[in-house]
Each structure stands twice: as structure tokens, then as C-alpha cells.
């Protein structure tokens, strides 16, 4: 049986010609794949990177406005006040002489009330 061994060992060595053509045609595909990932995940990391980027700057841009809106509503609140104190003190001493008053409850964007 030691010489149909021999012949299987031969039959299976690396040796041959078209072995070694294939194992480093194999060899080089895996190596184009792996450099294809490598860029891959490259770009996919240079992508977020970006993304985390360009949401940190929009995050920036609406903390800005929320502050620019958040002082407005300061500043229409301290107007209501001061405007319903004006129409306070002006139904006091006005010669219309309405009803009652205190059940008139103005509407801030109507025309009637634009003087």
C-alpha cells in the first residue's frame, strides 16, 4: 500500500504549476478584497465623521435661534405688559364707558385695538 500513498501524496502536493497558479491567483483576490474593505470602511468612517460633523454644527445653528426666539418671547411678553397697562389705565378714564370693565378681555392681534 506504500506506493499507492506515494501517488496520493503527489497527486496533492502543492508543487504542480497550476496549484501554485491558483493558490496565488486566491492569494491575490484576497488581497484585492481586503484592500476593497480596508477603503470601505475608510470612506464609511470619513462618512460619520462627517454626518457627527455636520450635526454638531446644526445642534450649534438651533441653540443660536432657540435663544433668538426665547429672547422675542421675552420682549412680546414685557410688551403685553406694558400695552395691558396701558389699556388699563385708559379704561379707567375712558369716555365710552363700557359695561363692565373687568369682563373685557382684549384681543392682542385685533385691528379695533392697533392705535
Known amino acids: 500500500m506504500e506506493p499507492d500513498s506515494d501517488n496520493n501524496e ?14 496565488s491567483s486566491e492569494d ?3 488581497v484585492h478584497r481586503r484592500e476593497k474593505n480596508r477603503i470601505a470602511a475608510q470612506k464609511s468612517r ?3 465623521t462627517q454626518k457627527a460633523d455636520s450635526l454638531h454644527i446644526e445642534s450649534e445653528n438651533l441653540e ?11 420682549g412680546l411678553r414685557e410688551e403685553l405688559k406694558y400695552l395691558t397697562c396701558i389699556l ?3 379704561q379707567s378714564v375712558c369716555a365710552l364707558g363700557l359695561a ?3 369682563a373685557f378681555q382684549p384681543h392682542v392681534g385685533s385691528i379695533r385695538y392697533q392705535h
Open 10 to 23: 503527489q497527486g496533492y502536493s502543492s508543487s504542480s504549476p497550476s496549484s501554485n497558479k491558483q493558490d
Open 28 to 30: 491575490s483576490k484576497k
Open 46 to 48: 470619513q462618512r460619520q
Open 64 to 74: 443660536r435661534l432657540n435663544s433668538a426666539l426665547r429672547g422675542e418671547i421675552s
Open 88 to 90: 388699563s389705565s385708559h
Open 100 to 102: 363692565k370693565p373687568s
